[in-house]
């Protein structure tokens, strides 16, 4: 086995790891955030050594094809994230950057096919669990598509000066938007999850961790989507309309995917 490979995989093991200590403080009670910067430090220290590894068997600066230039991409990204960290202590940091990084590395083809190795046994089992996560993850986002459309209605209803309907009580504008984002805390470490394994199995039978393809696509477009509204709801402090029209758009994208429509 090449170093370069074995690394890569190493790397990924701790960007994975990261991945779940960010979000494991925001859907549980568990206090693991101050152990993503570490495990993206690994994770970083193992991705320097695959690209020098790369670059001492090809016996030139790895960088020099497009898969080449978004693995030292997602490094320096890496890099640029645990300095902002270390200097500012946003924890916001974290449960944007791990995702977007992994999402990177498994939809821009500069993994090679046997990084992830899964034998044929195994994709059934991996392609049920793919189905599993996703379907859990669109159903979260539903809720907050649902809250979101109502934040929209109730807050049209208020600012008409409209009453309501006899008998019919209606949420508060805070409630909904509570309820939008704790769902939203869900639907995005899943539609990451869901990506990734998308992509090993995508691995296994086109022989090709992401082809491109419209619904392929059409699901990146809606993720992009979801991590925008993340990072403007955890780190901008964004309420109201305009996260709620975000959702909107990210649930209108993921539900023209699972309908077909591509």
Request: charged share 10%; net charge positive; with cysteine.
């Amino acid at each position: 086995m090449h170093w370069s490979l074995l690394l890569l995989r190493i790397a990924l093991v701790f960007y994975c790891l990261g991945f779940v200590s960010s979000f494991a403080p925001v859907l549980t009670r568990l206090k693991t955030g101050r152990l993503t910067p570490w495990l993206a430090l690994a994770g970083w220290a193992a991705h320097t050594g695959a690209l020098a590894a790369l670059g001492t068997e090809l016996r030139r600066c790895p960088l020099a094809t497009a898969p080449e230039v978004l693995s030292a991409l997602a490094w320096s990204a890496v890099l640029v994230y645990l300095a902002a960290y270390w200097r500012y202590r946003l924890d916001v940091l974290h449960v944007v950057m791990m995702p977007l990084v992994l999402v990177v590395m498994f939809v821009s083809d500069l993994l090679p096919e046997d990084v992830v190795p899964v034998s044929s046994s195994l994709q059934p089992s991996l392609l049920r669990f793919h189905i599993t996560v996703i379907i859990f993850a669109v159903a979260a986002l539903s809720i907050s598509f649902a809250s979101s459309v109502a934040y929209i209605l109730l807050d049209r209803a208020l600012k008409s000066k409209r009453p309501s309907r006899p008998g019919l009580r209606l949420p508060s504008l805070e409630s909904c938007d509570s309820v939008g984002q704790i769902s939203l805390l869900w639907a995005f470490p899943l539609m990451t999850l869901g990506i990734v394994t998308g992509a090993i199995v995508s691995a296994g039978i086109n022989h090709t961790f992401w082809a491109w393809q419209p619904k392929e696509t059409l699901a990146v477009v809606a993720w992009i989507l979801l991590a925008v509204i993340m990072a403007a709801r955890l780190g901008w402090g964004w309420r109201g309309r305009n996260a709620a029209l975000l959702t909107i758009a990210a649930f209108s994208a993921v539900l023209l995917r699972m309908l077909g429509f591509y």
